[in-house]
T-cell receptor, first 114, second 110 residues
């Protein structure tokens, strides 16, 4: 069965510093991987996805993610964090080619302090 | 995503009551999904639909039912609400790869 894990419940960084939010996956076949962000009292917003191609994927709000097949990881990164990046981040993997169902990680809270 | 709307946004109900959560989309997508979010558990799939005649159970469908009234509308019902159905509920729509989420409905069952 497909699965995804986010090993950190919370990540704290100072504004201006680089940030990384970790995600590892377990799939059979080629993975389709996604990152979503949830701001307080808001729905999930799509940030980026990896389907195929370049291992470094660029997304919204200056975020990027690096697909690493050997380490089965898809870490979310940003070179310089903003206080406004503070939110709950979800990694997800597509569970089934035919249904498009997503399997979500448990989420990582990112706290960026001034 | 403003193209996916959910009503109500917040609801408090009592144990045993029937409640319906509604979702509408203007994205023209065929696929629609209902998830619930619980702290520390991420999002879990309740039901999904590929068109008005195609309804499928997700991983946690017990206690829930759905109706796909039209391509643009997908409603979730709790026939007899219980307290452990207190959660944040999300509707999503999809093209072939990416899912787009509504703003969520916060449901509290007392």
């Amino acid at each position: 069965a497909q699965s995804v894990a986010q090993p950190e419940d919370q990540v704290n960084v100072a504004e201006g510093n680089p940030l990384t939010v970790k995600c590892t996956y377990s799939v059979s076949g080629n993975p389709y991987l996604f990152w979503y962000v949830q701001y307080p009292n808001r729905g999930l917003q799509f940030l980026l996805k990896y389907i195929t191609g370049d291992n470094l994927v660029k997304g919204s709000y200056g975020f990027e993610a690096e697909f690493n097949k050997s380490q089965t990881s898809f870490h979310l990164k940003k070179p310089s964090a903003l206080v406004s990046d503070s939110a709950l981040y979800f990694c997800a993997v597509r569970d089934d080619r035919n249904t498009g169902k997503l399997i979500f990680g448990q989420g990582t809270t990112l706290q960026v302090k001034p | 995503d403003a193209d996916v709307t959910q009503t109500p946004r917040n609801r408090i109900t009592k144990t045993g009551k029937r409640i319906m959560l509604e979702c509408s989309q203007t994205k023209g997508h065929d696929r629609m999904y209902w998830y619930r979010q619980d702290p520390g558990l991420g999002l879990r799939l309740i039901y999904y639909s590929f068109d008005v005649k195609d309804i499928n159970k997700g991983e946690i469908s017990d206690g829930y039912s759905v109706s796909r009234q039209a391509q643009a509308k997908f409603s979730l019902s709790l026939e007899s609400a219980i307290p452990n159905q207190t959660a944040l509920y999300f509707c999503a729509t999809s093209n072939s790869h990416t899912q787009y989420f509504g703003p969520g409905t916060r449901l509290t069952v007392l």
